[in-house]
């Protein structure tokens, strides 16, 4: 399955569903669900401008999963500026025109360990995890989460 890097804290706000633009240098022609990984790298003040303790956050793994559904392409930095509540980047994105949008995040339960790439590659789950299994796995979660406090 395809997987994105994104550095932390911006993978966390994906899967929770509070970034919901990507912003890149460089832009995709994939469309479809790919998973999120937390590299090791952390953006410290990106920490700070959010508010963000460093210690909570998760790296060196798959969190979650998204879908990317289009690609708006900005021709000024008054167009992010205009975008921010989305992207959430202050002044990181020096040099971005991309803002990939993304829907339908879903966080793990449980953490995959995986080493990122640049750009978009193709996640080696190792023999624990296939890609039926992880959809089965977020597919259970998700179910779960329905029906908690309806019984």
């Known amino acids: ?37 937390a590299p090791l790298k952390i953006n410290t003040d990106a920490c700070r401008m959010l508010g963000v303790d460093e210690k909570e956050l998760r790296r060196g793994v798959i969190i979650g999963r998204v879908e ?6 900005y021709k000024t930095a008054e167009e992010i500026r205009l975008d921010y509540e989305k992207h959430l980047a202050g002044s990181d994105f020096q040099g971005s025109r991309y803002g990939f949008l993304l829907r339908n995040p879903r966080e793990l339960l449980v953490p995959i360990p995986c080493k990122g790439k640049l750009g978009f590659f193709e996640a080696d789950l190792g023999p624990r995890v296939t890609k039926n299994e992880l959809i089965s796995d977020l597919f259970d979660e998700e179910h779960r989460y329905q029906w908690i406090g309806k019984h």
Request: net charge positive; aromatic share 12%; proline share 2%.
């Open 1 to 37: 399955m395809k997987c994105l890097s994104v550095s932390q804290p911006y993978a966390d706000l994906i899967v929770q569903g509070r970034k919901t633009i990507e912003l890149r240098r460089w832009n995709t022609g994939f469309r479809g669900e790919f998973l999120v990984h």
């Open 68 to 73: 990317i559904f289009g690609v708006r392409v």
